[in-house]
C-alpha cells in the first residue's frame, strides 16, 4: 500500500496542526507510529531498504483497518516533538502517547499482506497519507518522483520565509540542528540577536550562501525557505493540477475551511467527529550548554535507528518506553522550557527578505496565487 496523498512540508508551517487534525478524520490512514518518516530525508536508507519496504513499514496494517479490524494508523510522536517532555496537548487523546502506541501495536499481526482490495469495498473507505514537513530536502522529490504515480496528490504548506526561519531556528536551537557556536552566542545574548548574529554569518558569507541548497540539512533554517526551488524540483515529475498551495497565514486564519479544502483536494470524506480549531505548536526548549544539544541529537539519531527504520517499538515495547524515559530525563537536565518572546529585529528582517525576495516573485508565479500581504512586511 502506498500513499495517495503527501503534504510535502515545510517546516514551522502548520504540518503538525494538519497531522492532528487529518488524525481525527475515520477517512484517514496515516504512517503507522510514526508523524514524519525519515525514509526519503535519508538517501542511503531508500537505497538500502528499498520501496516495499516503505509500504510495509508505514501502511503494513492497511488492509485490516480498512475490514475493521483495527483503527487508523496508531501513533508515536517525533522524539524531536516531545511537545513538553510528554505532555499531550488537549487535542489529542490518549492514544497518541508513546506507550499506549507501543501497546495497541501488540495486537496486530506483523506482515499484512501487499495485496490491498479497493478501500471501498471495505467497512470504511480509508485514504492513505503521509503529512511530513521535512521532504524539502535534497533528492526528496527526485526519489518520491519515481516512487509515486503522477496522479499522487501533494500539499504544500508555507509561510512567511523569514517568520518560519526565525521559528525554525529556536526550535531546532536545544536539539543539536545547528552550529556550536550559534548555541553558545544565543545562550549569551538572547534569540533575537543571536538570531541575527546567525543569519549574517550565512548571508554574509557567499560561500555558506552558495551552499544552503546543496546541504540543505546543515543550513535547514534557511534551505527550507526557498519553496520556489522546491516547488519545481517536484514540478519535474507531478502535474501542477495535482498540487495544493496552502499559506500557513490562511490556515491560521480559517483553519476549518481550509482544511476542507484540502480534504476535498485528496479525495478525502468529511467527519463530523472532526473539532476546530486545533492548535498543535511543539515546545520550544531552551539548552542549558553549548554542548547538550549534540548529546540529543545522538539520541534522536539512535531513536530514528531503533524504533522507526528497526521496529523495536513493536516487537520490545519495555525497551521503547526505557529508552524514552530516559531521554525525557535527559530532556529535563540539558534544556528548560524557552518562554521567551523576543521579537526580530528589523535589520535581520530585512536581510531575510532580501534574500527571499526572488522565491518569493516565482511561488506566485508557479501557484497562481498572490502571498499574504504578510510576506516580506518591515516592521
Same mark, same amino acid.
Given at each position: 500500500?502506498?500513499?495517495?496523498?503527501?503534504? %510535502?512540508?515545510?517546516?514551522?508551517?502548520?504540518?503538525?496542526?494538519?497531522?492532528?487534525?487529518?488524525?481525527?478524520?475515520?477517512?484517514?490512514?496515516?504512517? &503507522?507510529?510514526?508523524?514524519?518518516?525519515?525514509?526519503?530525508?535519508?538517501?542511503?536508507?531508500?537505497?538500502?531498504?528499498?520501496?516495499?519496504?516503505?509500504?510495509?513499514?508505514?501502511?503494513?496494517?492497511?488492509?485490516?483497518?480498512?475490514?475493521?479490524?483495527?483503527?487508523?494508523?496508531?501513533?508515536? *510522536?517525533?522524539?524531536?516533538?516531545?511537545?513538553?517532555?510528554?505532555?499531550?496537548?488537549?487535542?489529542?487523546?490518549?492514544?497518541?502517547?508513546?506507550?499506549? !502506541?507501543?501497546?495497541? $501495536?501488540?495486537?496486530?499481526?506483523?506482515? !499484512?499482506?501487499?495485496?490491498?482490495?479497493?478501500? *471501498?469495498? *471495505?467497512?470504511?473507505?480509508? %485514504?492513505?497519507? +503521509?503529512?511530513?514537513?521535512?521532504?524539502?530536502?535534497?533528492?526528496?522529490?527526485?526519489?518520491?518522483?519515481?516512487?509515486?504515480?503522477?496522479?499522487?496528490?501533494?500539499?504544500?504548506?508555507?509561510?512567511?520565509?523569514?517568520?518560519?526561519?526565525?521559528?525554525?531556528?529556536?526550535?531546532?536551537?536545544?536539539?543539536?540542528?545547528?552550529?556550536?557556536?550559534?548555541?553558545?552566542?544565543?545562550?549569551?545574548? *538572547? $534569540?533575537? +540577536?543571536?538570531?541575527?548574529?546567525?543569519?549574517?554569518?550565512?548571508?554574509?558569507?557567499?560561500?555558506?550562501?552558495?551552499?544552503?541548497?546543496?546541504?540543505?540539512?546543515?543550513?535547514?533554517?534557511?534551505?527550507?525557505?526557498?519553496?520556489?526551488? %522546491?516547488?519545481?524540483?517536484?514540478?519535474?515529475?507531478?502535474?501542477?493540477?495535482?498540487?495544493?498551495?496552502?499559506?500557513?497565514?490562511?490556515?491560521?486564519?480559517?483553519? &476549518?475551511?481550509?482544511?476542507?479544502?484540502?480534504?476535498?483536494?485528496?479525495?478525502?470524506?468529511?467527519?463530523?467527529?472532526?473539532?476546530?480549531?486545533?492548535?498543535?505548536?511543539?515546545?520550544?526548549?531552551?539548552?542549558?550548554?553549548?554542548?547538550?544539544?549534540?548529546?540529543?541529537?545522538?539520541?534522536?539519531?539512535?531513536?530514528?535507528?531503533?524504533?522507526?527504520?528497526?521496529?523495536?517499538?513493536?516487537?520490545?515495547?519495555?525497551?521503547?518506553?526505557?529508552?524514552?524515559?530516559?531521554?525525557?530525563?535527559?530532556?529535563?537536565?540539558? #534544556?528548560?522550557?524557552?518562554?521567551?518572546?523576543?521579537?526580530?529585529?528589523?535589520? #535581520?528582517?530585512?536581510?531575510?527578505?532580501?534574500?527571499?525576495?526572488? @522565491?518569493?516573485? @516565482?511561488? +506566485?508565479?508557479?501557484?497562481? @496565487?498572490?502571498?499574504?500581504?504578510?510576506?516580506?512586511?518591515?516592521?
Amino acid at each position: 500500500m502506498e500513499p495517495s496523498f503527501i503534504c %510535502i512540508g515545510f517546516q514551522k508551517c502548520g504540518t503538525t496542526s494538519l497531522y492532528d487534525l487529518l488524525k481525527k478524520n475515520r477517512n484517514v490512514y496515516l504512517t &503507522e507510529d510514526v508523524k514524519e518518516p525519515m525514509f526519503y530525508r535519508v538517501p542511503f536508507m531508500r537505497w538500502f531498504l528499498g520501496r516495499k519496504w516503505y509500504c510495509h513499514r508505514y501502511f503494513g496494517h492497511y488492509v485490516e483497518a480498512v475490514l475493521g479490524k483495527t483503527d487508523s494508523a496508531c501513533e508515536v *510522536g517525533l522524539i524531536t516533538g516531545r511537545r513538553g517532555h510528554g505532555e499531550q496537548p488537549a487535542e489529542q487523546t490518549a492514544s497518541t502517547a508513546p506507550q499506549a !502506541a507501543a501497546e495497541a $501495536h501488540q495486537t496486530f499481526p506483523a506482515g !499484512a499482506s501487499e495485496s490491498i482490495p479497493h478501500a *471501498g469495498t *471495505g467497512r470504511h473507505r480509508l %485514504i492513505a497519507g +503521509e503529512v511530513n514537513a521535512g521532504l524539502g530536502y535534497r533528492n526528496c522529490a527526485k526519489w518520491i518522483g519515481k516512487d509515486f504515480a503522477p496522479n499522487t496528490r501533494l500539499i504544500f504548506m508555507m509561510r512567511d520565509p523569514a517568520d518560519r526561519c526565525y521559528s525554525a531556528y529556536k526550535y531546532f536551537l536545544a536539539l543539536g540542528f545547528l552550529p556550536v557556536s550559534a548555541v553558545a552566542y544565543d545562550l549569551k545574548h *538572547g $534569540h533575537a +540577536e543571536g538570531f541575527d548574529h546567525y543569519v549574517r554569518s550565512v548571508l554574509c558569507n557567499q560561500n555558506r550562501r552558495r551552499e544552503i541548497m546543496k546541504k540543505r540539512f546543515k543550513y535547514m533554517c534557511f534551505s527550507q525557505g526557498n519553496y520556489a526551488t %522546491i516547488i519545481k524540483e517536484y514540478r519535474r515529475y507531478f502535474p501542477r493540477a495535482n498540487m495544493k498551495f496552502v499559506f500557513f497565514e490562511d490556515f491560521v486564519s480559517d483553519q &476549518e475551511a481550509v482544511t476542507k479544502d484540502i480534504m476535498r483536494f485528496c479525495g478525502i470524506e468529511e467527519d463530523e467527529n472532526m473539532v476546530f480549531p486545533v492548535k498543535s505548536n511543539e515546545t520550544n526548549f531552551r539548552a542549558i550548554a553549548a554542548l547538550s544539544p549534540k548529546f540529543l541529537q545522538f539520541m534522536q539519531a539512535l531513536y530514528y535507528l531503533f524504533f522507526e527504520f528497526l521496529s523495536l517499538g513493536r516487537r520490545c515495547p519495555g525497551f521503547f518506553n526505557g529508552f524514552m524515559s530516559f531521554y525525557d530525563w535527559s530532556m529535563d537536565h540539558f #534544556t528548560r522550557p524557552d518562554t521567551g518572546n523576543e521579537k526580530m529585529l528589523p535589520g #535581520t528582517r530585512k536581510l531575510l527578505n532580501r534574500y527571499y525576495r526572488r @522565491q518569493i516573485e @516565482q511561488v +506566485e508565479i508557479l501557484t497562481g @496565487q498572490q502571498v499574504p500581504k504578510r510576506w516580506a512586511r518591515t516592521e
